[in-house]
């Protein structure tokens, strides 16, 4: 880059970096707000003392997320959702994924199939009648209820379509030549190749099957099968309920208090995998935009 | 032809299982969209009694379905608009930062709010936007009055617009940057031998050649113009701002789920289904025309 020292450029970098730091202070600070509630005690938060660093420093109420409520049952319900229903994802897609990155003469049907996929992105049978479906399977209130239905990821799919068909022909035509079938093909030369492929449509698979929680709440009958982000939504919800009711009983008031230092501890709880996987989960994020192809 | 059938039976083989679930989960559901034109009755089934287009005449005709309809419609342009402004504005600010330790970490910061749910964004909305919360405190100190950003009907729609920016813009900067290193230097160089300042670039050549990612961008979100959030919408509204904050998806639910008139619900979701299947056609073929991207 060309240095410019006029004053004129200068005023501007001024103005730029203000802007830019102001712009992720309101992207993080949030957090922060959120962190500092959490680790404060109630009067303090109810006084409205609490900004970015706690007041009366207390680990109550992540004693409380931790000991009450349904904390640790639906974290579990969570973690088994997240790995059966990322390696469900992972097998299905790839086994989706490599036939398709066939040419039409070397995969009779082809595209037929493909459209088959690609009609279920463009339009879907909706709320209600898809709810009914998982009602006459029989999965309401199985964990299958939250894995089976978007078992195929025909987005991420298509991404690792074309990394497939990205690769040289030429690998998979001497393996033909050695005397591979296409089995062997697939488990011994292409995933050691797809490595980083599949670490991208995986991490979108992670993230996604952590972060749902609206299935949850309509395939679930019992709240003790929730996952992670169904029960903190039920804690949203009720927390709700009490603002509605308080109203000005200060007896109220305070329990509502109290409420907020615990949401804010389960929540910024609920956040932590996330945020403790992020620096990789943005690596392979912009990857994926890449390998998706949106491209300048 | 049987031979080459036969030779290719691995890979139609391996296309079983997700042909089978997409097939129940995406297909069937097309077929349970009968029950938009029937009095559906639970314990009938599919065999409940024909009433023809009633349902949408009936929905079509309650005013607050209009009503949602144009919360839907105008809170989503505004969220497109927005959404592509700002990360392209910050995207182009990033790029005048020369040091690219510091580029970096303003975009890993921006970058976070992507990945947590909107149950967990939703419960930090919650606290901060709240009566006694840290930005009505922050608005005390100028002696302002606390807006009711969730509570008031005519704030509502602009607390989701910009906190729907706030939350997103982070992505698009990243897209947007990934398409800026992508500008060849040596245009610049030229610019600047004939005399062009930084402002006269950014004008005559990086907007010009980040013009293709911006249309690509907005054509693609064009077939989401009719899902204005319902994650972020659910999770934040409440019955006082119903009127105004309502969108098709929240409405739908509200009839199907909660009211069980899953005939009517079924019906609207229809609607919409069709609307947005016409409208991600639409924004597809334009992508290819304008754009010159596939994604298959």
């Not at chain 1, 698979?205 to 679930?220: E, K, L, P, Q, R």
């Not at chain 1, 309920?241 to 804010?264: C, V």
């Not at chain 2, 419609?73 to 592509?84: Q, R, T, V």
Request: glycine letters at 8%; proline letters at 5%; charged letters at 10%.
């Amino acid at each position: 880059m060309i240095q410019d020292k006029s004053l004129g450029r200068r005023l501007f970098h001024i103005l730029n970096y203000t802007i830019l730091i102001i712009t992720s202070l309101l992207c993080i600070l949030p957090f922060i707000n959120l962190l500092a509630v959490s680790f404060s005690s109630s009067a303090a938060v109810s006084a409205g003392n609490v900004a970015f660093w706690p007041v009366d420093f207390t680990t109550k109420a992540y004693e409380f997320a931790l000991t009450g409520g349904a904390f640790f049952t639906s974290l579990w319900v969570s973690l088994k959702r997240v790995i059966i229903g990322t390696l469900i994802n992972l097998i299905l897609m790839v086994l989706t994924a490599y036939p398709l990155s066939k040419s039409r003469q070397k995969l009779m049907g082809r595209n037929l199939y493909m459209g088959f996929f690609i009609v279920t992105i463009l339009f879907n049978g909706g709320l209600i009648p898809t709810y009914l479906v998982v009602v006459k399977t029989g999965l309401i209130n199985s964990i299958w209820s939250l894995i089976l239905p978007g078992a195929l990821p025909v987005f991420s799919m298509i991404i690792l379509m074309n990394f497939i068909r990205g690769l040289p022909e030429e690998i998979e035509e001497s393996a033909i030549i050695d005397g591979a079938g296409p089995v062997q093909i697939l488990t011994r030369i292409l995933l050691p190749l797809l490595k980083p492929a599949l670490a991208t449509v995986g991490l979108f698979s992670i993230v996604g099957h952590w972060n749902s929680w609206f299935d949850g709440i309509i395939y679930m009958n019992n709240p003790a099968n929730y996952p992670l982000q169904s029960y903190l939504q039920t804690l949203l919800q009720s927390f709700e309920q009490i603002m509605l009711k308080s109203g000005t009983d200060y007896t109220q008031l305070l329990s509502m208090m109290n409420a907020r230092t615990g949401r804010a501890a389960q929540m910024f709880l609920g956040a932590i995998p996330i945020l403790l996987v992020y620096p990789f989960l943005q690596k392979y994020f912009t990857k994926g935009l890449v390998l998706g192809s949106v491209k300048g | 032809m049987i031979k080459k059938l036969k030779q290719q039976s691995p890979y139609h083989l391996m296309l079983i299982p997700s042909l089978v679930l997409v097939f129940i989960f995406s297909y069937v559901p097309f077929y349970g969209l009968v029950i938009a034109f029937q009095k559906y009755n639970p314990g009938l089934g599919f065999n409940s009694p024909w009433v023809g287009w009633d349902n949408f005449h009936h929905v079509f005709n309650q005013p607050n379905f209009v009503r949602t309809i144009w919360n839907t419609l105008y809170m989503s342009a505004f969220k497109i608009i927005g959404g592509i402004i700002i990360p392209v504005m910050f995207a182009l600010m990033l790029n005048e930062v020369a040091r690219s330790g510091i580029k970096r970490t303003f975009q890993t910061l921006v970058y976070i709010p992507n990945f947590l749910s909107w149950v967990i964004m939703a419960g930090i909305l919650l606290d901060i936007l709240s009566a006694d919360g840290i930005i009505n405190n922050f608005l005390s100190i100028f002696g302002l009055k606390p807006v009711a950003f969730l509570g008031s009907p005519s704030i509502f729609p602009w607390t989701m617009i910009v906190s729907d920016i706030w939350k997103g813009f982070g992505f698009g900067t990243v897209v947007y940057l990934a398409a800026l290193t992508s500008i060849d230097p040596g245009l610049y160089e030229a610019a600047v031998i004939d005399g062009a300042k930084r402002w006269k670039q950014t004008l005559y050549i990086t907007l010009p050649l980040l013009m293709p990612t911006i249309v690509l961008m907005s054509v693609l979100s064009l077939g989401s113009v009719l899902n204005a959030g319902f994650d972020q919408i659910f999770n934040l509204y409440s019955p006082v701002v119903y009127q105004t904050g309502d969108i098709i998806d929240t409405y739908v639910y509200r009839l199907g789920i909660q009211q069980a008139q899953y005939s009517i619900s079924a019906a609207v979701g229809l609607f919409k289904s069709v609307i947005s299947c016409i409208l991600v056609g639409v924004s597809y073929i334009l992508a290819y025309k304008v754009a010159n991207y596939r994604i298959f």
